[in-house]
Nanobody
Framework: QVHLVESGVGLVQAGGSLRLSCAAS????????MGWFRQAPGKEREFVAA????????YYADSVEGRFTISRDNAKNTVYLQMNSLKPEDMAVYYC?????????WGQGTQVTVSS
């Protein structure tokens, strides 16, 4: 079992920035990726960004590419999401994801509110 703990400030004005973090613990695997999904009210959970643990290749949804940056700390099994130029449409609950070929694990979710 992998346990994910999210942290970060979730309130920001439009155009501002914030950073989320997610630390994984438990029986982790060497071959995996971590990333972020989000879910706005009335919408399905959608992919935001991901990073491969080996090599560090990154992937972004079109809606956030150029504004968000995902990074990792391998020693801490921690992933970060730096969110810049935030828009009201970015407002959602953000969920950390730990992905392997066999299972997915999820953080508890962080409410991100973007005001203007």
């Amino acid at each position: 079992q992998v346990h994910l703990v999210e942290s970060g400030v979730g309130l920001v004005q439009a155009g501002g920035s914030l950073r989320l973090s997610c630390a994984a613990s438990g029986r982790t695997l060497s071959s995996h990726s971590m990333g972020w999904f989000r879910q706005a009210p009335g919408k399905e959970r959608e992919f935001v960004a991901a990073i491969a643990w080996s090599g560090g290749s990154t992937y972004y949804a079109d809606s956030v590419e150029g504004r968000f940056t995902i990074s990792r700390d391998n020693a801490k099994n921690t992933v970060y999401l730096q969110m810049n130029s935030l828009k009201p449409e970015d407002m959602a609950v953000y969920y950390c994801n730990y992905h392997t070929n066999y299972a997915d694990y999820w953080g508890q979710g962080t409410q991100v509110t973007v005001s203007s």
